[in-house]
């Protein structure tokens, strides 16, 4: 059976995630060609269309309340290639920061996933991910006379998701018997998995060889082991150089 904070605390999912590095490469390409080379710096929010549910308590009672911070950040860096005039791949690392969830629970002698609980006490889980990812990019645009470019793009890759999930304890209250430590994590839980990701843009080229994008990503089927599986979407700015 799954740690009570897994059932109460762990619903926050690592939302997190997206990958939204494409847009810039989508434009690039466009822009500056076939076989050209380029970095790019992302940075924006993600939301989780997170449910959560009660833990069943098998003896004994408790009362608990729950405080869900559903929106993280995410940073980005990466690089791309631009295939052809309008096809782009890219590869990424990044990571998804600022997601919690706070339980105060008043417990006694309740039974929860196995563990039993006395006292009063608050749980806090901050989900954190490391995220490495590939993209393939596909766009349009218009060039206007000053060389300028608006452009629209598509995206569609995969993404490797690291979750470290951390259930820390406060308050005056045991946990089988042991006194909680309000200097130390409880426990900490990982799990890594693979997912398909979608997301659209637009982007403005200059003749600096500078692109700046803005996008839309949507990650399904997020976490499912230690956290609720969630569906994110992220909303993301981005800008990216040519080498």
Same mark, same amino acid.
Request: charged share 10%; aromatic share 10%; glycine share 12%.
């Given at each position: 059976?799954?740690?009570?904070?897994?059932?109460?605390?762990?619903?926050?999912?690592?939302?997190?995630? @997206?990958?939204?590095?494409?847009?810039?490469?989508?434009?690039?390409? !466009?822009?500056? =060609?076939?076989?050209?080379?380029?970095?790019?710096?992302? +940075?924006?929010?993600?939301?989780?269309?997170?449910?959560?549910?009660? #833990?069943?308590?098998?003896?004994? #009672?408790?009362?608990?309340? $729950?405080?869900?911070?559903?929106?993280?950040?995410?940073?980005?860096?990466?690089?791309?290639?631009?295939? %052809?005039?309008?096809?782009? &791949? $890219?590869?990424?690392?990044?990571?998804?920061? =600022?997601?919690?969830?706070?339980?105060?629970?008043? %417990?006694?002698?309740?039974? @929860?996933?196995?563990?039993?609980?006395?006292?009063?006490?608050?749980?806090?889980?901050?989900?954190?991910?490391?995220?490495?990812?590939?993209?393939?990019?596909?766009?349009?645009?218009?060039?206007?006379?000053?060389?300028?470019? @608006?452009?629209?793009?598509?995206?569609?890759?995969?993404?490797?998701?690291?979750?470290?999930?951390? &259930?820390?304890?406060?308050?005056?209250?045991?946990?089988?018997?042991?006194?909680?430590?309000?200097?130390?994590?409880?426990?900490?839980?990982?799990?890594? !998995?693979?997912? *398909?990701?979608?997301?659209?843009?637009? #982007?403005?080229?200059?003749?600096?060889?500078?692109?700046?994008? %803005? %996008?839309?990503?949507? @990650? *399904?089927?997020?976490?499912?082991?230690? +956290?609720?599986?969630?569906?994110?979407?992220? &909303?993301?700015?981005?800008?990216?150089?040519?080498?």
């Amino acid at each position: 059976q799954e740690f009570f904070m897994i059932k109460l605390l762990s619903y926050v999912t690592l939302m997190s995630i @997206i990958l939204s590095g494409g847009a810039v490469a989508d434009e690039v390409n !466009g822009k500056w =060609g076939t076989m050209d080379l380029y970095g790019f710096a992302e +940075v924006g929010m993600a939301t989780s269309d997170i449910n959560l549910n009660s #833990s069943s308590v098998t003896s004994g #009672s408790y009362t608990y309340t $729950e405080t869900v911070d559903k929106t993280g950040t995410m940073t980005k860096l990466g690089i791309g290639m631009s295939l %052809a005039e309008s096809m782009a &791949v $890219e590869a990424y690392v990044g990571q998804l920061t =600022g997601f919690s969830n706070t339980a105060t629970l008043t %417990a006694t002698n309740a039974v @929860i996933g196995g563990y039993t609980l006395n006292g009063s006490l608050t749980g806090v889980e901050a989900i954190e991910a490391d995220l490495q990812g590939v993209s393939l990019i596909f766009s349009g645009g218009t060039r206007f006379a000053n060389d300028n470019k @608006i452009s629209y793009f598509g995206r569609v890759g995969f993404v490797n998701i690291d979750l470290v999930d951390t &259930v820390t304890f406060s308050g005056t209250g045991t946990v089988d018997g042991t006194a909680v430590s309000t200097t130390a994590a409880v426990t900490t839980f990982k799990e890594s !998995g693979t997912t *398909p990701t979608l997301g659209a843009g637009i #982007s403005y080229a200059t003749q600096a060889n500078l692109l700046f994008s %803005a %996008a839309v990503d949507y @990650i *399904p089927n997020v976490g499912g082991t230690y +956290v609720a599986k969630s569906n994110i979407t992220s &909303v993301t700015l981005s800008m990216s150089v040519k080498f």
